[in-house]
């Protein structure tokens, strides 16, 4: 039953680190009688509650359902939130709403949230079947994780599905027990969109030769998740020896392995950074066409919100870089405190020692600034009064093409003065005087 589902999977997972329990709910029977159950539980006393409903505004009805779920909220002493959201148009409806979902809520949460959704066991077997149909592997056919993280999030904030182990019935049985009210989304029934065909179609004629259906699909994805622990646990083996700096991969050492080692790998190694992994053909080419590439090239392979390149011997992950503009400037007015750049990255001044450029120059300044490369840059980091290309200092420090346009050079008062992780002008050395390096 329910009570028994939640109260076991909350006994299991609490810890001191959580704050504050949230629940979204849409205002159907499943996330009802979810609220219902979190609410009711003694042991919860000394953990904040808080509802989240997302208005999705496809229905004339969205604001009723709203209102409905305010009103259990304020019953259960729960806080509650109401998150608006725009679905987009392209691609699958489910899909877009789904996204357009988790990113509001993401927004919400805070340190020490965890986010309880009441995903079912129904709804379980209804997504091992649809990426069964979709070919998916292991991964696909684990369906949903009892714990993971909130996706579509750049914090990583905890999801959990305590219900995982129960039927739509029993919930609506519990539902009816408690005299809850609900809403009925008229969407649901529409069987143009896939889940709702299985639901209403396939599940149903499965169900009247294997009456066991559901439950064992569930089960289907409890052995995947074991396997896929498994596949993980020999990527982690795999991925130890061929780490390198800023967690990326020895191309030469993953070529040594195995194409179905490699696969596994990379897919691991990606989603450890907290990327999505392409697709198995994605994951192919990116052996065919990024790994297999001369050493000397740099190739790319890219999908969505990712991509990976190549430099050299090392094989690199992430978020799709933004353009560079070659016009860019900032004035650092605080000199003593970090500067954060548009593209993310922090310039830290750090002071002491003897390597760096005089202190004393850094304070008494006119005007520090921070420029991109527009080319031709050159620097004399020794005391030898020759001066280097900064292109040859990139490519001696081994840094990847991609990153140097992007790359922050400190000029003081209008003259290139140091250049972080890689050197300073010699003309600004310290030479024993109070020094400071950009980190």
Known sequence: ???????????????????????????????????????????????????????????????DWAELVQLASARHQASFCKLSVRVGDAGSLEEAAREARYRA?????????????????????????????????????????????????????????????????????YARSR??????DASNQDIRHDRNALRHGIIPELETRWPQAVPVLALTAQRMQEADSLLNDLAILDLQPLLRENFTLCISGLQTLSRTRQINLLRFWLLSQGLTAPDRPGLHRIMDEVCAARCDGTPEFNW???????????????????????????????RESPLVLPSGRTLSPVCGGGTGIRLSLWRQAGVVEVRFRQGGERLRIDGSGHHKALKNLFQEAGTPSWQRPLWPLIYVDGVLAMVPGIGFNADFAANGEPALLIT
């Not at 292991?138 to 039927?167: A, I, N, Q, Y």
């Not at 990712?306 to 650092?332: C, G, H, I, T």
């Open 1 to 63: 039953m329910p009570e028994q589902a939640v109260s076991q999977f909350l006994d299991a997972h609490l810890h001191p680190g959580v704050r504050r329990l949230v629940v979204a709910c849409s205002g159907g029977l499943d996330s009802m009688a979810l609220l219902d159950v979190v609410a009711a539980k003694a042991h919860l006393n000394r953990y904040s509650l808080h509802v989240v409903h997302v208005h999705h505004g496809l229905s004339r009805f969205a604001d």
């Open 105 to 173: 809520i993401a927004g919400e949460l805070k340190e020490g949230d965890v986010l309880l959704t009441a995903h079912h066991r129904n709804d379980q077997a209804e997504t091992v079947l649809l990426r069964l149909l979709r070919g998916s592997g292991v991964r696909g056919l684990s369906g949903m994780h009892p714990v993971s993280d909130l996706p579509f999030s750049e914090g990583r904030f905890p999801l959990w599905r305590p219900l995982l182990t129960v039927g739509r019935s029993q919930l609506e049985l």
């Open 179 to 184: 005299g809850l009210v609900w809403v009925d």
């Open 304 to 334: 969505r919100l990712a991509e990976v390149r190549r430099y050299r011997d090392q094989l690199y992950a992430m978020k799709p870089l933004p353009e560079a503009d070659n016009s860019f400037r900032v004035v650092w007015q605080d």
